[in-house]
């Protein structure tokens, strides 16, 4: 395959909704950094929007200045010449929007090559879709790709049918379906911890493990995304996404090869397989008004202006994964919004030996746990036993490997690693359509459960429902959250 760099020249980027929050957040600061890094040069970003702003005026509420290091201005200004408004309304149509591009390709002596970012909601995704149809911006031998935010739709249903629009205009290998958090480094390395290490390998699965845990916590609420969540709830703004793309890294059997289509494979497998959750193994709750890291904040019905929302902000679930690698494991699940903690792990809990010989400090024997920190202090830590000097008492200790203080902190951040391999055309961190569609099958039956369970409350600035810790103590265990001596 050619470098990255002879696969960036003369490509265009071309984003939609470019006026809005994750453009400004992510993706304009990912793509300043890609340019820093020489990943690309001579790329023109044409950002589409409705409002009717000059081109200064567009850099001005992009304000991307402030991520950038006051050395290194005069790059900026350089990258920041690449990027050029275009009003897209009713009055601009296909034929203008397509006389726009292709000046600005001619200008930056383009090959044609083009990169289609939709930074828009879903119900969006078909109508610019068709636009760009419409525009012939497709036509050509040169090859243009297409990107998608999460959520790809809102249930199936909408799965299904906007799947069909897209695939009439784009096909499936010109398709990427962006999760951010495969972006992740650690997520990327629980592969590798897997499948390269045969001090973990040999442990992971039912002979060995007990339970799995992963857990998404976040302190911020909904922000300025009210409307979105209202649509969504943490159950498919996270679990949906997130939380079954990291489930399907870690219970996958082995792949055949590293090609995309090998691990996308096993990835399926895993979604298939899942036991459908028990009403009685979910639970689901909205945050109240408290006080995190020392702030008051308000409650979520306040946030979203809307005092009769029964919208969840938490969920926590127990699900099973019917392989013979899994077998009679429990995965507990848990991710919510203004909550004591900001941090996402993954914990497998492993068994206790069957021969207990030395007595621990404390009234039970601590389980070993193989932790794998997603963020923010990214790393993987073991917890065993040692004994307490002068004794023969046993006592938990955890072993820890720190990323950033092994490899340093200037490893790609999620969306410039997602956008260089969009233009290097590997689709192994991007989510099949096949994958997107299972995973709405076993989210559906769970809309399906909570419209029917009580939403219940908790403050801001705990760690969520009472109801939670029970979801893991009726079985005899607890959560889990191993403290790391290195935070960065």
Known sequence: MKSIKKQSNGTAFIIFGSTGDLTKRKLIPALYKLYKNGVINKNPIICVGRRDISNTGFLELLNIQKFVNPA?????????SLIHYYMLDSKNGSKEFNS??????????CNG???FYLALPSSLFEPTTEIIRKSGLL?????????????FGYDLNSAKKLNKAISSVFKERNIYRIDHYLG????????????????????WNHNFVDHVQITMSERSGVGTRGDYYEKVGALKDVVQNHMLQVLSLVAMEPPKSTSSKDIKDQKIKVLKSLQQVKASNIVVGQYDRGVVRGKHVDSYKKDVKNSKSHIETFVGLKTFIDTKRWKNVPFYLRAGKRLNQEYAEVNLVLKDV????????????????ISVRIQPDEGIAIRFHSKIPGTLKLYPVNMEFCHNCEFGA???????????????????????????EHSWKFIDHLSKIIKKKKILHYKSGTSGPKEAEMLVKKDKKEWIKLERRVVL
């Open 72 to 80: 290194d201005m005069n790059l900026f200004n350089k990258f920041q």
């Open 100 to 109: 726009y591009v292709k000046k600005i390709e001619s200008k930056y002596k």
């Open 113 to 115: 090559n083009k990169i």
């Open 139 to 151: 036509n050509g031998k040169a090859w243009k790709r297409v990107v998608f935010e999460k959520p």
């Open 184 to 203: 992740k480094e650690l997520v990327q390395n629980i592969m590798v911890l897997r499948f390269s290490n045969s001090v973990f390998e040999e442990v």
């Open 354 to 369: 069957a021969y207990k010989l030395f007595p621990s400090e404390k009234e039970h024997y601590d389980h070993n746990v």
């Open 410 to 436: 200037n490893t790609l951040a999620s969306y410039e690693r997602l956008l260089s391999d969009v233009l290097k055309g590997s689709k192994t961190l991007f989510t099949r359509w096949d994958f997107v």
